[in-house]
């Protein structure tokens, strides 16, 4: 699924269909399926669905959501440093929707993504006003939000938390499909939260891919200036592109908290790096002008299971993070080496 | 492509609403009447929150209740990086290598009980160890704990006496987002506010518990900012009460260091009178009793008030006991271990 720069002219001729092993994703994929067979040997339990699987499955579904709303300001050749901050706050509207209002599951989702969007809008806006580095911006952002976060928590809850979850959100924690079944069939042991992500995972996709205002923010992240002399409105994609990250992470805000079970303050604190290593690992360039949105989900999918294979291996803390690095090196090592020699062959990749 | 597309899209949505319509869910069946367990099929595996110096004497506990208790084995595992998911993670990859009783110090209080239940919906035993949930409910089998409020209550009485009765106190502790800090803040004013305006709060400086290098660098600020105003300092995390005994004896001001747990500087420091008092928890008695407690719920005892919370013990050591505070300690283990077969384990004879 990755986007190619639409500002490059038009060759004389099209260019050879990709060959399969020259495309990033299988390569991801085989790779995946590679770690997956790795830690099945070693560690049969890998395959456990109640205590491996699902729990897995679900930590893919929050992460994916989260590699995408960094991966929507990538587009741009931006970055969001507020990530894990944006989603904070939409589970904190979430929360007080909730506990304030009795706002049922759907509005409560509804009022985190709407704050999420917001803020991201807010630093769409200041960033293409002021022409400041969205790496500044977000960051100063991200300071703020820190604290107020904290204020907002402390004068409307008793503590850290929102004291009780809008019905059937428990519900998108425990249960799998297998919970739910016409007659005698039941669904697979898949996890509730997980199409949530794979609608936003095709939301994204579709529209990087398909629709105009994607292409024209993939074209604005590419070259601002030829963008804008074709007549783009850059500004205005700029704080498109960075609403939806914010609305993503406003998503990824509430599928963790649904995950762990209460709208806290320590939503999103984990956020940042792996926003970062999911659309990176996939494929998306740092410079803009090209995502991948199915690489973000294997790059997720594959930092997912890297962890849980080392953890059940039961590395102890310091081999634990020494290993994520090397296997995470490794694998970009490959995906280089893969990309050179396609390129010596002539192919793009 | 784009009419195909619309048109899955369309057939796709239909046939999730047509199936999801006609599903019910399935009726829960209770997994937690497991049957009971010899010792030697226990696994306990100890879990605190991530790398901290505190559950370090959790490892020799741990092992050395599985040599008293003969169980099948003890593990610790320090991997959760102070993060709730990863922690989840941990736990389930643990579950998945066979550990079938946990001893846990959640991340996050205000969620943890979501990760009890889970554990607990899977037939395992849960003790919530040094730290126990939000709220009033405790949703693992118990919780063995210092009540933090209690100790910090302790902590700031001592300061008080140590100061004289009267001057201006300051207060260094870890995360704010954490309801454990907001009770340890809590049971400080409680002291300061019985002083009747005589003791005044200066300041609770908040996330100084991260490591070392954090608190220094706070204990520096806070030193060559207020040094000269500030009469007694009160710690209630590890970090700040290493790094405020050291300071303060770098800086040789006249300020009174009330010090938590029993790092060698900080009993060293008693020894030789530059930190007045140090609070002691109690986290072997936290690991080694509650191993126990955890074996005999699995050889299929039942508590007999389920989620019952117990105070693991708090001890105010000064020049005076400095000698011998470890054998209160001890004893209060031993009373612990007791209390649990009289009062709140009820097993079958």
Redesign the interface.
């Given at each position: 699924m990755k986007q190619e720069d639409t500002t490059t002219p038009e060759q004389p001729r099209p260019p050879a269909r990709l060959p399969l092993w020259a495309n990033p994703r299988i390569g991801l994929v085989v790779l995946l399926i590679a770690l997956i067979a790795l830690f099945t040997t070693l560690?049969p339990?890998?395959l456990?669905t109640?205590?491996?699987l699902v729990?897995m499955q679900a930590?893919i579904s929050?992460y994916a959501v989260v590699g995408l709303s960094q991966l929507a300001v990538l587009s741009l050749g931006h970055m969001n440093m507020a990530v894990g901050r944006m989603a904070a706050m939409s589970a904190f509207a979430s929360g007080l929707l909730h506990d304030r209002l009795d706002a049922p599951l759907i509005l409560a989702l509804a009022g985190g993504l709407a704050m999420g969007a917001l803020l991201g809008a807010l630093a769409g806006l200041i960033i293409s006003r002021t022409g400041v580095n969205s790496f500044v911006v977000t960051l100063a952002l991200d300071f703020a939000l820190i604290g107020l976060?904290?204020l907002l928590?402390a004068s409307f809850t008793d503590?850290?938390?929102f004291?009780g979850l809008p019905a059937g959100m428990?519900a998108l924690?425990?249960?799998t499909f297998?919970?739910?079944?016409?007659?005698d069939v039941?669904?697979p042991e898949i996890p509730l939260l997980a199409p949530i992500a794979l609608v936003a995972v095709l939301v994204v996709g579709?529209l990087f891919r398909?629709s105009r205002t994607g292409r024209e923010v993939l074209m604005a992240g590419s070259n601002a200036k030829a963008a804008e002399l074709s007549g783009i409105p850059v500004r205005l994609r700029t704080i498109q592109a960075h609403a939806l990250s914010g609305l993503l992470a406003g998503l990824a805000g509430f599928l963790?908290s649904a995950?762990?079970?209460?709208f806290?303050?320590?939503v999103g604190?984990?956020f940042l790096l792996p926003s970062f290593l999911a659309p990176v690992l996939g494929g998306t360039l740092l410079v803009g002008g090209a995502v991948s949105v199915l690489g973000t989900v294997l790059g997720t999918a594959i930092t997912q299971v890297i962890?849980?294979g080392l953890?059940?291996l039961?590395?102890?803390?310091d081999e634990?993070k020494l290993y994520i690095g090397l296997v995470l090196l490794a694998a970009l090592s490959l995906d280089r080496l893969r990309h050179v020699l396609a390129e010596r062959r002539g192919v793009p990749a | 492509m784009?009419p195909f597309?619309r048109l899955g899209s369309i057939v796709g949505v239909l046939a999730v609403v047509i199936?999801?319509s006609?599903?019910?869910?399935?009726e829960d069946t209770p997994e937690g009447g497991t049957s009971a367990l010899t010792a030697a099929q226990v696994k306990v595996a100890l879990v605190p929150g991530?790398?901290h110096p505190y559950f370090q004497p959790w490892k020799d506990a741990g092992g050395k209740a599985k040599t008293d208790f003969a169980f099948g084995d003890v593990?610790f595992?320090?991997?959760a990086?102070w993060?709730?998911?990863?922690q989840?993670?941990?736990l389930?990859?643990?579950?998945?290598?066979?550990y079938n009783a946990f001893g846990i110090f959640g991340?996050?209080p205000?969620?943890i009980?979501?990760?009890f239940?889970?554990l607990k919906?899977?037939g395992f035993h849960v003790g919530s160890l040094a730290s126990c949930p939000?709220?009033d409910k405790n949703l693992a089998d118990f919780c063995l704990s210092t009540d933090v409020q209690e100790a910090a209550y302790k902590a700031a009485k001592a300061a008080v006496d140590a100061m004289g009765g009267a001057g201006n106190l300051v207060h260094l502790t870890g995360n704010?987002?954490?309801?454990n800090t907001?009770r340890r803040i809590a049971g400080v004013q409680k002291a300061v506010d019985e002083t009747g305006g005589k003791v005044k709060l200066l300041d609770t400086i908040t996330d100084i518990d991260k490591d070392l290098q954090t608190a220094q660098k706070a204990v520096a600020d806070l030193l060559a900012a207020k040094g000269s105003q500030v009469n007694a300092i009160v710690t209630t995390a590890y970090n700040p009460a290493v790094a405020a005994a050291g300071g303060v004896k770098q800086a040789k001001l006249p300020i009174k260091v009330i010090a938590i747990d029993d790092d060698p500087t900080i009993i060293a420091g008693i020894k030789a009178g530059e930190v007045a008092a140090t609070v002691l928890q109690n986290p072997v008695g936290q690991a080694y009793v509650g191993s126990y407690a955890l074996v005999k719920l699995s050889e299929g005892c039942t508590m007999a008030t389920p989620g019952v919370i117990i105070d693991s013990g708090s001890f105010v050591v000064t020049t005076a006991n400095v000698a011998t505070y470890d054998n209160d300690r001890a004893a209060k283990t031993t009373s612990l271990k007791s209390d649990f077969d009289s009062k709140y384990l009820t097993c079958a004879k």
């Amino acid at each position: 699924m990755k986007q190619e720069d639409t500002t490059t002219p038009e060759q004389p001729r099209p260019p050879a269909r990709l060959p399969l092993w020259a495309n990033p994703r299988i390569g991801l994929v085989v790779l995946l399926i590679a770690l997956i067979a790795l830690f099945t040997t070693l560690r049969p339990a890998f395959l456990n669905t109640q205590l491996t699987l699902v729990p897995m499955q679900a930590d893919i579904s929050v992460y994916a959501v989260v590699g995408l709303s960094q991966l929507a300001v990538l587009s741009l050749g931006h970055m969001n440093m507020a990530v894990g901050r944006m989603a904070a706050m939409s589970a904190f509207a979430s929360g007080l929707l909730h506990d304030r209002l009795d706002a049922p599951l759907i509005l409560a989702l509804a009022g985190g993504l709407a704050m999420g969007a917001l803020l991201g809008a807010l630093a769409g806006l200041i960033i293409s006003r002021t022409g400041v580095n969205s790496f500044v911006v977000t960051l100063a952002l991200d300071f703020a939000l820190i604290g107020l976060v904290s204020l907002l928590y402390a004068s409307f809850t008793d503590g850290v938390a929102f004291n009780g979850l809008p019905a059937g959100m428990s519900a998108l924690r425990t249960d799998t499909f297998a919970d739910y079944c016409a007659g005698d069939v039941c669904g697979p042991e898949i996890p509730l939260l997980a199409p949530i992500a794979l609608v936003a995972v095709l939301v994204v996709g579709l529209l990087f891919r398909w629709s105009r205002t994607g292409r024209e923010v993939l074209m604005a992240g590419s070259n601002a200036k030829a963008a804008e002399l074709s007549g783009i409105p850059v500004r205005l994609r700029t704080i498109q592109a960075h609403a939806l990250s914010g609305l993503l992470a406003g998503l990824a805000g509430f599928l963790l908290s649904a995950n762990n079970g209460a709208f806290s303050a320590g939503v999103g604190d984990g956020f940042l790096l792996p926003s970062f290593l999911a659309p990176v690992l996939g494929g998306t360039l740092l410079v803009g002008g090209a995502v991948s949105v199915l690489g973000t989900v294997l790059g997720t999918a594959i930092t997912q299971v890297i962890y849980k294979g080392l953890n059940l291996l039961q590395f102890q803390v310091d081999e634990l993070k020494l290993y994520i690095g090397l296997v995470l090196l490794a694998a970009l090592s490959l995906d280089r080496l893969r990309h050179v020699l396609a390129e010596r062959r002539g192919v793009p990749a | 492509m784009r009419p195909f597309v619309r048109l899955g899209s369309i057939v796709g949505v239909l046939a999730v609403v047509i199936a999801a319509s006609a599903c019910t869910k399935k009726e829960d069946t209770p997994e937690g009447g497991t049957s009971a367990l010899t010792a030697a099929q226990v696994k306990v595996a100890l879990v605190p929150g991530g790398a901290h110096p505190y559950f370090q004497p959790w490892k020799d506990a741990g092992g050395k209740a599985k040599t008293d208790f003969a169980f099948g084995d003890v593990t610790f595992n320090e991997t959760a990086g102070w993060d709730q998911t990863k922690q989840n993670d941990v736990l389930t990859s643990l579950a998945a290598q066979g550990y079938n009783a946990f001893g846990i110090f959640g991340v996050a209080p205000e969620s943890i009980n979501s990760t009890f239940e889970n554990l607990k919906k899977q037939g395992f035993h849960v003790g919530s160890l040094a730290s126990c949930p939000a709220g009033d409910k405790n949703l693992a089998d118990f919780c063995l704990s210092t009540d933090v409020q209690e100790a910090a209550y302790k902590a700031a009485k001592a300061a008080v006496d140590a100061m004289g009765g009267a001057g201006n106190l300051v207060h260094l502790t870890g995360n704010k987002v954490d309801s454990n800090t907001q009770r340890r803040i809590a049971g400080v004013q409680k002291a300061v506010d019985e002083t009747g305006g005589k003791v005044k709060l200066l300041d609770t400086i908040t996330d100084i518990d991260k490591d070392l290098q954090t608190a220094q660098k706070a204990v520096a600020d806070l030193l060559a900012a207020k040094g000269s105003q500030v009469n007694a300092i009160v710690t209630t995390a590890y970090n700040p009460a290493v790094a405020a005994a050291g300071g303060v004896k770098q800086a040789k001001l006249p300020i009174k260091v009330i010090a938590i747990d029993d790092d060698p500087t900080i009993i060293a420091g008693i020894k030789a009178g530059e930190v007045a008092a140090t609070v002691l928890q109690n986290p072997v008695g936290q690991a080694y009793v509650g191993s126990y407690a955890l074996v005999k719920l699995s050889e299929g005892c039942t508590m007999a008030t389920p989620g019952v919370i117990i105070d693991s013990g708090s001890f105010v050591v000064t020049t005076a006991n400095v000698a011998t505070y470890d054998n209160d300690r001890a004893a209060k283990t031993t009373s612990l271990k007791s209390d649990f077969d009289s009062k709140y384990l009820t097993c079958a004879k």
